[in-house]
């Protein structure tokens, strides 16, 4: 079964759900490095939307991205966690 394109996914996510995408994560099976980035470069002009790939780039760029969607929500410093 082919890929769906992406664009048509968010689509459907959005008609059948009371949401909005803030963002996309990749699924890298079978990418070298410069083929990761190409992709996330190439999804994030065609969606403008941010596009990380969460298991091979830093936790910070999926963290980044909800926190942009929802300014209200705070990170809690680690040195205060419990």
Do not use: W
Request: glycine content about 4%.
């Amino acid at each position: 079964m082919a890929m769906p394109d992406p664009c048509d996914e968010i689509t459907l996510i959005e008609a059948f759900a009371d949401t909005e995408v803030i963002g996309m994560t990749i699924n890298h099976e079978g990418m070298n490095e410069t083929e990761i980035t190409k992709a996330i470069t190439g999804y994030n002009c065609k969606l403008y939307l941010p596009i990380t790939d969460a298991l091979n780039r830093p936790s910070s760029n999926l963290v980044n991205m909800v926190l942009s969607a929802f300014p209200r929500l705070q990170p809690i410093p680690v040195a205060t966690r419990k």
